[in-house]
T-cell receptor, first 115, second 110 residues
């Protein structure tokens, strides 16, 4: 299993440009999350999804959009990029409902710079 | 929203020393997760605590959950340079959101 795969790993955007961060998981997890991590800080929740077709806002959703058309994919869309969106973005997934611990599995992160 | 406050914010210790990181929740904990992040990399799951008074160990790392105080502590015995990184506590709330603490940066000096 590949786990959680994020692309791209690095990207530089100009102010006002748009882009999509891709996230795919092959573990059949029902929950998926997007976080951003600024230097020296913890993770802030942007959006999350509890299943295909269901998404909801986290702590810092402004300037972002998501969709969850399939169980596997949870892309994050940045519209009109701003310097404040310069950050490292992490996608994560978890399975709730079984006997496991329900821990989050993380992708390797996508480092985005907006100039 | 649920807030998780970690202390200390950063820690520098000599190799071989013991250390403790604390995580305090503003709301009732239904489960507390500990993660480690190496600088510039993704997060690695360490352990999960669910029951009050529960204690778990992974190699030289021990975590405890004090449910009444809504706190958890992570203790590292005889620290090694491989323990260096950022330690994060995380928890889910009743709304299915999963929050992380402010993080503790650990440096171990050989």
């Amino acid at each position: 299993n590949a786990g959680v795969t994020q692309t791209p790993k690095f990207r530089i955007l100009k102010i006002g440009q748009s882009m999509t961060l891709q996230c795919t998981q092959d573990m059949n997890h029902n929950y998926m999350y997007w976080y951003r991590q600024d230097p020296g800080m913890g993770l802030k929740l942007i959006y999350y999804s509890v299943g295909a077709g269901i998404t909801d806002k986290g702590e810092v959703p402004n300037g972002y959009n998501v969709s969850r058309s399939t169980t596997e994919d949870f892309p994050l869309r940045l519209e009109l990029a701003a310097p404040s969106q310069t950050s490292v973005y992490f996608c994560a997934s978890r399975y709730l409902g079984g006997a496991g611990t329900g821990e989050l599995f993380f992708g390797e992160g996508s480092r985005l710079t907006v100039l | 929203s649920q807030e998780l406050e970690q202390s200390p914010q950063s820690l520098i210790v000599q190799e071989g020393k013991n250390l403790t990181i604390n995580c305090t929740s503003s709301k009732t904990l239904y489960g507390l997760y500990w993660y480690k992040q190496k600088y510039g990399e993704g997060l690695i799951f360490l352990m999960m605590l669910q029951k009050g008074g529960e204690e778990k160990s992974h190699e030289k790392i021990t975590a405890k959950l004090d449910e009444k105080k809504q706190q958890s502590s992570l203790h590292i015995t005889a620290s090694q340079p491989s323990h260096a990184g950022i330690y994060l506590c995380g928890a889910a709330n009743t709304g299915n959101q999963f929050y992380f603490g402010t993080g503790t940066s650990l440096t171990v000096i050989p």
